[in-house]
């Protein structure tokens, strides 16, 4: 079974930083490439950011482009978030994301997601 | 970029259909072959309910049923049951500045 697990979320104050981890299992994490979504209290989903199965594409949403890096370790099977200069309209929940295989839908599984809350 | 659009509310009575639009534009929607649909109950985490614009993934009941036509993908929920009621959102490709686009996401209630 598929298992995507997030963790990292918290509160922080305006201008700080966080980083996020994504544990995956169940499948062969290396093959798949990943994303990062974020849904803001109340709101739609967002796609943030997405990392190629052999880190060598990498692409950002203009929202948090210069301000968050996704990377990964595809040895623990991990993907990260490291999210810099945070501001409020950063708060959401954080999910991530595995990118479909077949192309035939954006993404097939989801983590549970973990509350980042951008507050002084 | 603007998120797809989708109809803020559709409401609907039991064992009644109804359908949700999404709505985009050539760079997204209409210029990619797949749009796919979740269902988001509250407090979880997105579900795939429809993926390469019409089929459903092993388990998703055959009560969801997805379409697309040019610049516009809609998904129909027929014999509407209480458990329906959830968020619905869209997602496609796209060719602009992000990769991928969401609809607005469609609350649906059952009557």
């Known amino acids: 079974e598929v298992q995507l697990v997030e963790s990292g979320g918290g509160l922080v104050q305006p201008g700080g930083s966080l980083r996020l981890s994504c544990a995956a299992s169940g499948f062969t994490f290396r093959s798949y490439n990943m994303n990062w979504v974020r849904q803001a209290p109340g709101k739609g989903l967002e796609w943030l950011s997405y990392i190629g199965s052999s880190t060598r594409t990498i692409h950002y949403s203009d929202s948090v482009k210069g301000r968050f890096t996704i990377s990964r370790d595809n040895v623990q099977n991990t993907l990260f978030l490291q999210m810099n200069s945070l501001r409020a309209e950063d708060t959401a929940i954080y999910y991530c994301?595995?990118?479909?295989?077949?192309?035939?839908?954006?993404?097939?599984?989801w983590g549970q997601g973990t509350l980042v809350t951008v507050s002084s | 970029q603007s998120a797809l659009t989708q109809p803020a509310s559709v409401s609907g009575s039991p064992g009644q259909s109804i359908t949700i639009s999404c709505t985009g534009t050539?760079?997204?929607?209409?210029?990619?072959?797949?749009v796919s649909w979740y269902q988001q109950q509250p407090g979880k985490a997105p579900k795939l309910i429809i993926h390469a614009v019409t089929d459903r993934p092993s388990g998703v009941s055959n009560r969801f049923s997805g379409s697309k036509s040019g610049n516009t993908a809609s998904l129909t929920i027929s014999g509407l049951r209480a458990e329906d009621e959830a968020d619905y959102y869209c997602?496609?490709?796209?060719?602009?500045?992000?990769?991928?686009?969401f609809g607005s996401g469609t609350k649906v209630t059952v009557l």
């Open positions: 997602c496609s490709y796209s060719s602009r500045s992000t990769l991928y686009v």
């Open positions: 050539s760079s997204d929607v209409g210029g990619f072959k797949y």
């Open positions: 994301a595995r990118d479909s295989i077949t192309g035939s839908e954006c993404f097939d599984s």
